[in-house]
């Protein structure tokens, strides 16, 4: 086997398969030491799963590893950290019912005698390292009452608490929005040192610009190409990724002032999350909502599906003054809600692609009396994963061995199946690769068009101004402003996401 | 159903699955129930050699069979339960109230049998309307809540009955235990609990693998919470699915007394045990999510050959739940294995 001894990590001719589907063949990616190496490819090109494999979670097949030139066989995750491979999975891997310290020293945690925990020093500890990375985290807070946001923090700051050589970072942004990305960004470029590198997988292309030194490109688990940085344009990469050019400058389609209202909040109010917030969403429109982490977007949804309860509030849908008290009343009355956090609140891990796709129409359209059909339910699910070219090897996959952008695709699928007149979708495009959020894009453009009216949730900042009609930006729990298409920029949206919190640090 | 045009219909990246993978997975889940069909063969096989003379008897046969009825009424209901996430602790203790219950109809009150009969299942399935509404609007975890209902139920079944067998009149009540021992195909020798056990059975497959009802059940014990946000009225389901498996509770009531004669207040607790054991050796999983009705079939006949079979070949009552117990941990370890090394491949 050639390895060359120059490089941090080298990946030669890796071949990995599960049953139905070649996740990698022929692979190979090489890091040099002191560098950040991005990885992109499309949704189920094999990212994770390379990464899986260096990490021990896998076992491949076929190929070789090296670390500073020396062969690298790693059966189990404890392994791999002991040879100084840490990693930031897609999915969040932290246990809910414990705190933030305990979950970052989880399996290391400081004691005395071998048996005895020593908690002080634990958050002592925990005190340093969070300082250090500059986060601003609770050590004793719990995770499970954590954002999606700043657990990914606790993530990162676990895996920058080992003594790692090569940090491997899967979609470690998806939950970021852009104040958190520079941060991380910082994080990352204080890690590198001429003994370390960083393997950095992304769907967010603008980001590769600003923190990688080379970029590899993947396609269907096959090497395509190495780029660097400095030498190559976005446009390139991308064609390179998805094999076509994909337009990133469209604006939205088909604004107008003129459409009646469908949906209107007022007043709504939360016991500690929310203050007063109101806003219209029209019929047709795709309404955005822009905001800082913490900002009240995702509580206003599930306040407003009744997922969770509101002190008060006025909702009027088609006209009429309505009470929802649970996500199930809001979906008869056409409603329908997509979490931002997809294992957790969107997807039923063990079961089928079927299933996920139609569980919440099966009621109103696949049966007869209380029998299922059977057969409708499977062509509607490979109506939708046709649609949105959801890669699976079959309807009956558990939709745990998908990959992280095509169990997004599946659960927007289940809302697109539903056919509800309001949908409420928090950050729909979470994990899903540039061409794919493209096609979605351009499908709730035409679902808008039809109209369906849109409350799109987002953090990524491109996706508002690419998609939104208007913009209702939050911050602290108000809505400080609302934008039309035409005033909204990013200047615009972020100086109205921080006014509240600048109001709050005067005196 | 979509109007929405498919923007740039490039090259469906969906791989297509071969007929021949389809059969393959369609196989594998056979085979693990061939597995499980074998396990009891060999099982029974072998209390045959040991105690040629007495186990593999007609009569011996029959007795096991009626065991596995009651165990098997019991079980298809703690596996609708289990499958979504929770767990019934109510169901032996259950039995026996409504076996009391249906006395007290039928004995006391003199009601007819079909109308005993309707009422006993009702009063089964208002049992665990009462689970599931401590489950789901009290918000008590399964465990407890059901774990009270047994105490309620094994009191409740000593007071109705006032600490005593009510016996059923051979005369007035013979069509109630014609349900059990009688013979519907005059001299087939199959005693009627057969095609209860089986009416049972294909009940709770279609309720399970067909119905909305089992639809919403794996949902649930897969992700609760992702159930509720795609706007499935889980609270509702719940409270259904723990009636559904109430009513089976009242039908293994039925049986027991049917086949006894009697309604014996006392012998409840410990079936919730057999049920649930019946239901983990099926193949249905505790974490909730999966499950199966003809496993759990399957795992009440085994649990009944070991019951029956330690007896016979006299092994004192003591050393049987020790045998029981490791059975248990062996044929669910063995299955874990198999899950293992399927995901490993
Ligand atoms: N455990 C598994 N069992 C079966 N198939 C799997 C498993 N893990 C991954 N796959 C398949 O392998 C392929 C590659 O998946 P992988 O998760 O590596 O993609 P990815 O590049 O990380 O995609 P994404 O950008 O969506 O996260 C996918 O088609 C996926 O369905
Ligand atoms: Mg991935």
Redesign the pocket.
Known sequence: MEYDPTLLLQVEDVH?S???????SGMRLDLRHGEVLGLV????????????LLTGI?IHQEGEFFLDGEPLRVRTPLDAEKRGLSIIH?ELNLVSHLTVAENIWLGREPRSGGVFTKPREQIARTRDLLERLEMDLDPKALVANLTVAKQQMVEIAKALSFDAKVLIM??PTSALNETEVAQLHTLIRRFVTPETGVVY?T?RMPELKSITDRITV?RD?KYITTTDTATSTLDEIISHMVGRAIDTSAKPVNVRDDREVILSVRNLTTKSALHEVSFDLHKGEVLGFAGLMGAGRTETARAIIGADPHVSAEITLRGTTVTISNPAQAARMGIGYLSEDRKKYGLMLNLDVAHNVTISSIQDKFTTGPFEKKSAIRQAAQDAVELLKV???SMT??V?????????KAIIGRWLVKDCDVLIFDEPTR???VGAKEEIYQLLNHLAEQGKSIIMISSELPEILRMAHRVVVMSDGYVTGTLQADEATQESIMALATTRLSEKELP | MFSAANPDPIQDST?VVTPEEKQAGIWKQRLQQLLAFAGLLIIFLAFSIVAPTTFATYSNVMNILFSAVVIGCLAMGATLVIVSAGIDLSVGTGMALCAVMAATFMVRWGLPVWLGILLTLAFGAFIGLINGTAVTILGLPPFIATLAMMMICQGLALVVSNVAPIYFDPVDHASYMWISTGNLIPGSGFPNAIFVLILAVVVAYILFNKTILGRYDVSIGSNMEATALSGINVKKWLILIYAAAGTFTALGGIMISARLGSAQPATGAGYEMQAIAATVIGGTSLAGGKGSVIGTLIGALIISVINNGLQIIMLPQQWQNVVLGTVIVVVVFIDQLRNKQA?AR
Not at chain 1, 18 to 24: K, Q, Y
């Open positions: 990995k599960f049953p139905g589907v070649n996740a990698l490819g499309e949704n189920g090109a094999g990212k994770s799963t390379l990464m899986k896998y897609q899967d979609e997988i769907h993947i688990g890669k699976t090897p996959q558990q745990k061995f998908l990959s992280g952008g095509n169990q997004q994990g899903i690769d | 791989a995901k």
